[in-house]
């Protein structure tokens, strides 16, 4: 058993270390995303690869996150269900931050009214479920909160608007820039055409969605998109 902890959170590894049993070991972590994705633990906890389309138990591990434990054993213990997650609260817009124990099907417009500044509308604000990289963007606040709900980021929109996005120049940084060791860049020009089954080739099924590419990309190419079409259409090769 692996406690795996960023080595920012000092409390958090102090704390474990003091009370954690044999055999369980805790690790500190260097603090850098996206450290907490389950094949990045694996390989730096166990120095072990996840095949392609394979799952960690086949490499005889199981990544579960503080919330799914803490859930497991409730559920075990007390014989209670998922209903309610930590979910985040911050932002330039949000006069409350913290993180806050919210039942599965709380109103965000309800953590709004609680939590917001206000004033911090969508007009200019962009309020993102989950977080910065990989956060879903809000087109309103009728949505709730679900079980994959980590957090509400409301972050002041900025003053220049986002150029659009233009033909891939080759520069190379998403490829520098991905933690897979993957090439975004095919994934732009073969998504653009519709050829999923290229794609599939340059292993977009490894891709864990981090957004490092998107966010670094000198042409403002909506990679993940492409990413999750070709995801989604993977098996068609036309």
Not at 199 to 218: A, D, F, M, N, P
């Amino acid at each position: 058993i692996f406690y795996c902890i960023e080595e920012n959170k000092k409390e958090a590894l102090e704390s474990m270390k003091a009370s954690a049993e044999n055999p369980a070991r805790v690790i500190g972590l260097r603090t850098k995303y996206p450290q907490g994705a389950e094949k990045m633990l694996i390989k730096r906890t166990l120095g072990r690869n996840v095949p392609d389309g394979k799952l960690p138990f086949d490499v005889g591990a199981v990544v579960l996150n503080v919330g799914t434990a803490y859930a497991i054993y409730r559920a075990v213990s007390e014989g209670m269900p998922l209903f309610e997650r930590v979910v985040t609260v911050a932002g330039d817009g949000v006069s409350r931050r913290g993180n806050f124990l919210m039942k599965t099907g709380t109103p965000f417009a309800h953590v709004a009214g609680k939590c917001f500044t206000p004033g911090s509308g969508l007009k200019d604000f962009e309020i993102r479920m989950g977080g910065p990289m990989m956060g879903i963007i809000q087109r309103d606040l009728s949505s709730a909160v679900i079980k994959g709900t980590t957090g509400l980021l409301c972050m002041r929109k900025s003053p220049a608007e986002a150029s659009e996005s233009r033909d891939c120049i080759k520069c190379g940084r998403c490829v520098d820039a991905c933690p897979m060791e993957l090439y975004p860049h095919y994934y732009a020009y073969y998504g653009k055409n519709g050829a999923w089954g290229k794609c599939l080739e340059y292993g977009v099924k490894k891709c864990i969605e981090c957004g490092c590419c998107q966010y670094i990309c000198s042409s403002r190419i909506d990679l993940l998109s492409h990413i999750k079409k070709a995801k989604k259409n993977a098996d068609n090769k036309t």
